[in-house]
Nanobody, 123 residues
Framework: QGQLVESGGGLVQPGGSLTLACAAS????????IAWFRQAPGKEREFVAA????????DYEDSVKGRFTISRDNAKNTVYLQMNSLKPEDTAVYYC????????????????WGQGTEVTVSS
């Protein structure tokens, strides 16, 4: 049974940076599209970014373009989300998800989910 585990969350000041990691066990990430979603308090879960099987195939939600970068290290079976210039509105629980097809932005398209890692942006 495949499993995803997120790590790297924490408390950071506005303008700071964090790198989240999504590690897989039980299957190889290299043949999957991996996406990051987030859910802020009192809000619905939303798409953040995704990376396809081909690393240059990426997609970002408009509010994180130019600030967040998604990448993959197939040797480590891990996908990363580098988050720079963080804002208080980036505060959320961040989830990674996997699907064995092309990039999608809808939660229902993803087969595997992690349990989430919390990011708090506050001074």
């Amino acid at each position: 049974q495949g499993q995803l585990v997120e790590s790297g969350g924490g408390l950071v000041q506005p303008g700071g940076s964090l790198t989240l990691a999504c590690a897989a066990s039980g299957f190889r990430l290299e043949t999957y599209t991996i996406a990051w979603f987030r859910q802020a308090p009192g809000k619905e879960r939303e798409f953040v970014a995704a990376i396809g099987e081909i690393p240059r195939d990426t997609d970002y939600e408009d509010s994180v373009k130019g600030r967040f970068t998604i990448s993959r290290d197939n040797a480590k079976n891990t996908v990363y989300l580098q988050m720079n210039s963080l804002k208080p509105e980036d505060t959320a629980v961040y989830y990674c998800a996997a699907r064995p097809r092309e990039i999608g932005r809808q939660q229902w398209q993803y087969n595997y989910w992690g349990q989430g890692t919390e990011v708090t942006v506050s001074s």
